[in-house]
């Protein structure tokens, strides 16, 4: 009889829930709105309803389910399956897995959103072929996850933030409180900042026009369009953002020396735009490349679906 396991994918906008098969393919999914600020147990309540949805929509019955994972969006301590601190929903210090199980009886795992997707790739996605793996998520933060052996790495059971290893001393403030961050300069949020920047010294920027005179439309494929009409300002403002981002990623391969980084984020979008160059300064700035040292770059493969198929794994690869 085949199995199946319910990932469950938290997020600050919706909630999406897919039943997962044992060749971690979706064999349906149903999405709700988050409606974050209610109560946790109105959200939970919601999750554990919309499983069932996707259950039946699924054919099988609620004792085909073996598990369910369920990804969040903020610190979780997977030892002890407490979400620490979950800004996007306003969730500090639950205790989630007695919560779910009034609601539904099953076995339940809990973990970060982005080590989710960090083993949905491994498993079922662009990674497949590899064991050791960096993922990296581009966008309003830079979120990260870690598998090595094909299990996902947690250190003391509060995840990996890679976004917020220093890369400039003294720099940018960053959202946690620090200066200098990963996050501050390879975010998505980051990337717009500096074109901002570039606009206010360059009024006859081609981002100006492309953006209709609004700033606030300014977004990664607004600067990246930019650049393939050759404008100077985004020009200069991409091979900085790719510059910070490249240090970023050979500090992470010198510490750790993965088979490949895997980029997920739809910045990632952009194509040889960005991974040209920024393969060139990984290669730059890794410590001993000869004989496989230089991991690939490549770009995640499944997009919003990830989250879902990844915390399906947290029962299974830990």
């Not at 083993?119 to 998520?137: K, S």
Request: glycine residues 14%; hydrophobic residues 40%; charged residues 20%.
């Amino acid at each position: 009889m085949s199995k199946y396991y319910l990932g469950i994918d938290l997020g600050g906008t919706d909630i999406k829930v897919g039943v997962i098969s044992e060749d971690y393919s979706i064999a349906a999914k149903h999405i709700i709105p988050t409606n974050s600020g209610r109560p946790v147990e109105e959200i939970v309540s919601d999750m554990a309803a919309a499983g069932r949805i996707a259950v039946k929509t699924a054919g099988i019955t609620e004792s085909d389910i073996v598990h369910a994972g369920v990804g969040v969006p903020g610190t979780v301590n997977s030892k002890t399956n407490e979400v620490v601190f979950a800004n996007n929903i306003g969730w500090r210090h639950v205790d989630f897995i007695p919560i779910f199980q009034k609601f539904w009886d099953i076995p339940v795992f809990l973990g970060n959103d982005a080590d989710a997707a960090a083993l949905a790739e491994v498993y079922a996605g662009a990674a497949r072929e590899y064991d050791n793996v960096i993922l990296l998520t581009l966008g309003t933060g830079v979120g990260g996850g870690f598998v090595f052996d094909k299990k996902l790495f947690t250190g003391n059971g509060l995840g990996t933030e890679p976004g917020h290893i220093i890369i400039v001393m003294d720099g940018e403030q960053c959202t946690c409180g620090s200066r200098g961050c990963f996050e501050a300069y390879a975010s998505v949020t980051g990337l717009i900042r500096e074109a901002l920047r570039a606009m206010e010294e360059d009024p006859h920027s081609l981002l100006h026009e492309l953006c209709g005179g609004d700033s606030s439309r300014i977004n990664g494929r607004v600067i990246f369009d930019a650049v393939r009409q050759n404008d100077p300002a985004a020009k200069i403002v991409v091979e900085n953002y790719v510059k910070y981002l490249g240090t970023g990623i050979a500090s992470l391969c010198n510490a750790l020396r993965p088979q490949a980084v895997i980029l997920g984020g739809g910045v990632c979008d952009a194509g040889e735009p960005l991974f040209s160059p920024l393969g060139k300064i990984v290669e730059s700035l890794v410590y001993f490349t000869d004989n496989g040292g230089l991991p690939p770059i490549i770009k995640a493969d499944l997009g919003n679906d990830a989250g879902m198929i990844g915390a399906a794994l947290f029962g299974i690869a830990r």
